[in-house]
């Protein structure tokens, strides 16, 4: 069973230009239009060679809009596509000033968690996310503009780590919720 | 009048007319089979004009059954061998029903899924469910005057990996060729979508006998987008009668209570609940075996006390739902109700509060599913309507595998959009090891023993290598059905191991065909006939699909070879169809399948690249 040979990237399946900075309607209305031509749902009165080749290209194209509509991952996956490998895996180098912030978060978030303060937890989310925000802007200016690869790459460390405390405060807020 | 047009049974009809197709609401409480019949959705109603089939099977000693208000009267006296929300135990094994002591099955404790011993044998949630989905499909066959091109049968959202296994196999069983397994949320969100040309998020809150789900879409221009999907697969208006039922007991001083008292019971509480709907206050009366009777009133307000926190329940699945798909209330547009336990006014109440925002009860919510899940079914039979749409749906629970220490690692999480896939790889941890075993698990709890176990499959035939030096990538496939499917293949030597994850609860296609062959009505001869009938239905409908594909694109895509090749697998498949060997017109489908499976990479690629307006991609500035 032979998978089809997908050659584009994700960002000329999408009909997007290879740039972190994007048009989010543009990506969503691609998005839909090509999922329009390859859902399995179109297939399925068709033979069993098309419902396949079907089923491979949707998977294809909800990973493509799953990773270009993720800033961390769009970034990630740009980068690699330019030959920078983030080594988010294996690095340890993160600068000491931020690993002791990241620090104080899970500190912060502990405390919510236990004291079962949701409202808390619900700031700590806003000013996460505001801080992310900034972190993108930023990386859109060294990816798109002065294509200083390394400290984007940095920056996309950066944001894999506030990403992983938006998900403990999201588990964190579940967890209060459990009765 | 006009003339109807029947086919032969067994036969699909000609090319290019009208599939049969239909919806199917398989319910804790009760079903029902909706068709799209000139391009509007309706539910068939049975020869008494009835809407919905009570989901009650009861099994009678000479082996038959009875389905629906026939075996619903009788449940009280014959409660072991009359089985309602059977439901509850799909997909389930003893130890995750709650409750069971209460219940007056004699159940068996089989691995995977628990089983029920009747006067009629010993029966899987499976069977019974496939009794139900029997007689509605026999409701729709003879309504529309053929046999079925196939069926969407709904889930409720949140049913994982084996729920909906199992319900896929009651469907085949039920002998229905299913088209997609629906969730119910998503069904009713098209059925209203389409009917009001809502755009804008919505969700849909799910309240039916036994489920709860959560939806949240996202509607526009003809795409239907599920943005997340939450609830709990056991929780329905049956919790709310079995407050009333403890209520009575209480109230009455009662303990220990026969089969036949309890059910008796549990059918006078949910007509008081649903009285309550109404009316301020409701009697309940009963004559009990031992000839006590029971007479008490029960006041909406206590009513309302007693099961306030069941609607509390709903509630933080509300609240999981939109932070998954990062919204809040306020971006909400509207809320659609769906499933018959949302009549109570308090549950009206409790969303209406939550939402900041009345919900829209202008449907039917007993109908509303099954009505989705027919327009689904034309589309997907291959009757298109004038209007195209699009359906985005999700899986409800991350599924992960088992790692060191009893961990679960997520591969692939909540919410991610359907078709979905993942490769992992994995090494050796000795040399020389030839095997690995992988632990599939479905749910958001790290512990293993937390989350559902899915599938435990072993990896064979490895090449013998030092530790660590294999490459072993195992691919998870989540089909637009929700299911998992799991391959494996050896980097190294490029060597595909063969496994094909059915997972411990699932049926195989063998069991199937023995069940199909214990149940009485089908002889061996039948089964052979049954086979023929539906390898013929499939064949013509291929010849008809690559004939259409060859008259669209065969000159553009192919060269002569190519098309001469698989012309002749067709001429080869076209002589067989004139002999009656199921085994041999298999084959030469699956040859055909091959013989086109270049052709149809070739064509999606055509229209892949005709998708974004015709622009040639690479012009496109870098
Ligand atoms: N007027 C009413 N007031 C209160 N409850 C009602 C009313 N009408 C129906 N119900 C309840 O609705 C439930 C059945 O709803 P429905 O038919 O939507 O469920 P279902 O589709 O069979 O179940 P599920 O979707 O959970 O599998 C029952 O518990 C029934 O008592
Ligand atoms: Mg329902």
């Known amino acids: ?179 | 009048m006009a003339l109807l047009q029947i086919s032969e049974p067994g036969l699909s009809p000609a090319p290019h007319e009208h599939r049969l197709a239909v919806g199917i609401d398989l319910g804790t409480t009760n079903s029902l089979v909706a068709t799209v019949r000139n391009g509007i959705s309706v539910v068939l109603n049975d020869e008494n004009g009835r809407a919905l089939l009570p989901s009650v099977v009861r099994y009678l000693a000479d082996g038959s059954t009875r389905v629906g208000e026939a075996a619903q009267t009788v449940q009280s006296e014959d409660p072991a061998n009359t089985i309602i929300s059977v439901k509850r135990f799909m997909g389930r094994g003893l130890s995750d029903i709650g409750g069971v002591n209460g219940l007056p099955y004699r159940f068996v404790d089989a691995p995977g899924m628990v089983q029920l011993r009747t006067v009629a044998g010993v029966k899987s949630p499976v069977e019974v469910s496939a009794e139900i989905l029997k007689v509605l499909r026999a409701r729709a066959e003879a309504a529309l005057g053929g046999s079925l091109t196939g069926a969407v049968i709904t889930v409720p959202a949140y049913f994982d990996d084996a729920q909906r296994q199992a319900t896929k196999d009651a469907a085949k069983l039920a002998g229905l060729n299913v088209l997609r397994l629906l969730n119910e949320p998503t069904a009713a969100a098209i059925a209203y979508g389409l009917d009001n040309a809502a755009e804008g998020l919505y969700a849909v809150y799910d309240l039916g006998g036994g489920t709860f789900d959560i939806s949240i879409l996202k509607l526009s221009r003809g795409v239907f987008e599920v943005l997340a999907a939450n609830g709990n697969s056991a929780l329905g208006g049956d919790d709310f009668d079995h407050r009333i039922y403890c209520w009575l007991l209480e109230k009455n001083g009662l303990s220990a209570l026969g089969a036949s008292d309890t059910r008796l019971l549990l059918t006078r509480a949910r007509a008081a609940k649903e009285e309550l709907t109404e009316h301020a206050e409701t009697r309940v009366t009963a004559i009990l075996q031992s000839g006590e009777a029971i007479d008490t009133v029960l006041a909406r307000q206590d009513f309302h006390d007693m099961s306030q926190n069941l609607v509390a329940r709903t509630l933080q699945p509300m609240r999981r739902a939109l932070r998954d798909a990062g919204l809040k209330v306020e971006d909400i547009k509207g809320v659609v109700m769906v499933g018959g336990a949302t009549r109570m006014p308090q549950v009206q109440r409790a969303v209406a509060e939550f939402f900041g925002q009345a919900p829209l009860t202008n449907l039917d919510p007993d109908k509303v599913v099954a009505l989705g899940a027919a327009i689904q079914a034309n589309v997907l039979a291959g009757n298109r309507g004038g209007d195209d749409w699009l359906l985005l749906d999700v899986i409800p629970l991350s599924l992960g595998i088992e790692t060191m220490g009893g961990l679960s690692e997520k591969i692939i999480p909540r919410n991610s959009t359907i078709p979905t896939a993942r490769a992992q790889d994995f090494t050796t941890f000795r040399d020389g090891q030839t095997a690995m075993s992988i632990h599939v698990v479905q749910g958001e709890r790290e512990l293993v023993s937390d989350c559902r176990s899915l599938a435990k499959f072993e990896l064979r035939g490895i090449p013998p290598m030092v530790a660590g030096a294999a490459r072993i990538r195992i691919t998870f496939q989540v089909d637009a059905d929700g299911l998992l499917n799991v391959s494996a293949r050896e980097l190294g030597s490029g060597v595909e191991a063969a496994i094909t994850v059915k997972p411990s609860y699932g049926l195989s296609d063998t069991e199937i065909t023995r069940m199909l062959q214990d149940s009485s009505q089908y002889a061996q001869d039948d089964m052979q006939l049954r086979t023929l009938r539906e390898h013929q239905v499939e064949a013509r409908q291929l010849l008809e699909a690559v004939q259409n594909a060859l008259e669209q694109d065969g000159t553009e895509l192919l060269d002569e070879t190519e098309q001469t090749r698989i012309r002749g697998s067709m001429d080869e498949l076209r002589a067989l169809l004139q002999t009656d060997d199921h085994h041999a017109i298999k084959r030469a489908i699956t040859r055909l399948n091959d013989a086109t499976t270049a052709f149809a990479q070739a064509r999606m690629d055509k229209s892949v690249s005709r998708a974004l307006g015709g622009r040639k991609l690479t012009d496109l500035e870098i």
């Open chain 1, 1 to 179: 069973m032979s998978a089809p040979d997908f050659q584009q990237d994700f960002f000329q399946l999408l009909g997007l230009p290879q740039n972190f900075r994007l048009d989010n309607a543009l990506l969503e209305q691609h998005y839909h239009a090509l999922q329009e031509q390859v859902h399995p749902d179109k297939f399925s009165h068709l033979s069993e060679a098309e419902r396949r080749v079907s089923m491979q290209w949707a998977t294809r194209v909800n990973e493509a809009y799953q990773t270009l509509s993720n800033p961390a991952m769009r970034a990630r996956y740009l980068l690699s596509l330019r030959g920078i490998d983030i080594q988010d895996e294996n690095n340890t180098a993160m600068p000491a000033e931020f690993l002791m912030e990241q620090m104080e978060w899970r500190e912060a978030i502990e405390e919510a968690r236990q004291a079962r303060d949701a409202a808390g937890l619900d700031k700590l989310e806003a000013r996460l996310q505001h801080d992310m925000y900034g972190l993108e802007t930023q990386l859109a200016a060294r990816i798109d503009d002065s294509r200083d690869y390394v400290e984007a790459a940095g920056d996309v460390r950066k944001l894999r780590f506030m990403e992983k405390l938006a998900q403990e405060i999201a588990s964190a807020l579940d967890a209060i919720d459990t009765d």
